[in-house]
């Protein structure tokens, strides 16, 4: 089992019971007590829980998980738009894109859907099935295990399909994006396919609603300083810096 595997195993035990034991987990993965130690402490270090003697218990920061897809996708849906579009105008003809799942990334593919010269690979399913990208974009669709309520493919199998390519730019939409702590997901298996994307990648490209701003979740993708272009629909307060890339302000 691989170390991201046994993560979202332990987070979904948290979930359940609050706390989990590291001799439990120990027999569970049929690992030494010390990996199991080494996966805690990697965890904590992202924010996703909090060591304790013999184990660990769900993070005090409390941090909820994110609304549904489907409600999602009714939130600020013309800001999405927006975004996208000032997005897809950073892209240029030819380019291969790795795209990850979310309302804002599939904004964005909408307006790739006036392209005819995009090769786009992403692990969503609505992306793959948008009406305009399919017709008139190349577009491929990353194999791997379908999630319960992001319509999305994750795990082992996407992670190394994903490392099969090399991409122009990795275009994301993370839960949160903070001054200090970074770019972050609630969910582990977003979280890892997100930074997957941006290792496999030329340049990275964070589509954020400006609400975001601030917003601290459960699992960390990368630091402020990993990202390239970060397009939003309002300029972040004077404290809030890329310290090498550039803020791009949806019309």
């Given at each position: 089992?691989?170390?991201?595997?046994r993560h979202?195993?332990?987070?979904?035990?948290?979930?359940?019971?609050g706390?989990?034991?590291?001799n439990v987990?120990?027999?569970?993965?049929?690992?030494?007590?010390?990996?199991?130690?080494?996966?805690?402490?990697?965890?904590?270090?992202?924010?996703?829980?909090?060591?304790?003697?013999?184990g660990?218990?769900?993070?005090?920061k409390?941090?909820?998980?994110?609304?549904?897809f489907?409600?999602?996708?009714?939130?600020?849906?013309?800001?999405?738009?927006?975004?996208?579009?000032?997005?897809?105008?950073?892209?240029?003809?030819?380019?291969?894109?790795?795209?990850?799942?979310g309302?804002?990334?599939?904004?964005?593919?909408?307006?790739?859907?006036?392209?005819?010269?995009?090769?786009?690979?992403?692990?969503?399913i609505?992306?793959?099935?948008?009406?305009?990208?399919?017709?008139?974009?190349?577009?491929?669709?990353?194999?791997?295990?379908?999630?319960?309520?992001v319509?999305?493919?994750?795990?082992?199998?996407?992670?190394?399909?994903?490392?099969?390519?090399?991409?122009?730019?990795?275009?994301?939409?993370?839960?949160?994006?903070h001054?200090?702590?970074g770019l972050?997901?609630?969910?582990?298996?977003?979280?890892?396919?997100a930074?997957?994307?941006?290792?496999?990648?030329r340049?990275?490209?964070?589509l954020?609603?400006?609400?975001?701003?601030?917003?601290?979740?459960?699992?960390?993708?990368?630091r402020?300083?990993?990202?390239?272009?970060l397009?939003?629909?309002?300029?972040?307060?004077?404290?809030?810096?890329?310290?090498?890339g550039r803020i791009?302000?949806?019309?």
């Amino acid at each position: 089992m691989w170390p991201h595997e046994r993560h979202a195993q332990i987070l979904e035990m948290l979930d359940a019971d609050g706390k989990v034991l590291t001799n439990v987990l120990a027999s569970l993965f049929a690992v030494s007590r010390e990996t199991v130690r080494r996966d805690l402490l990697n965890m904590e270090r992202g924010g996703t829980l909090q060591r304790v003697h013999g184990g660990a218990v769900a993070s005090s920061k409390g941090f909820a998980p994110e609304p549904a897809f489907a409600e999602r996708l009714q939130t600020d849906a013309d800001t999405k738009l927006a975004i996208g579009q000032k997005a897809a105008a950073l892209i240029p003809s030819g380019a291969t894109i790795l795209v990850d799942v979310g309302t804002t990334t599939l904004a964005f593919a909408q307006m790739l859907a006036q392209r005819d010269d995009i090769r786009i690979i992403t692990n969503s399913i609505e992306i793959a099935q948008t009406p305009g990208v399919v017709e008139r974009c190349e577009v491929l669709l990353l194999g791997g295990r379908p999630h319960r309520e992001v319509p999305g493919t994750f795990g082992e199998i996407t992670l190394s399909e994903i490392d099969r390519f090399l991409a122009d730019f990795a275009v994301l939409s993370p839960v949160g994006v903070h001054a200090e702590r970074g770019l972050t997901d609630y969910d582990l298996n977003e979280a890892e396919v997100a930074r997957k994307m941006m290792q496999r990648s030329r340049q990275t490209v964070i589509l954020c609603h400006s609400a975001k701003f601030g917003v601290e979740s459960r699992v960390s993708i990368c630091r402020m300083d990993e990202i390239d272009h970060l397009v939003t629909d309002a300029r972040p307060d004077a404290y809030f810096a890329l310290p090498r890339g550039r803020i791009h302000l949806s019309d």
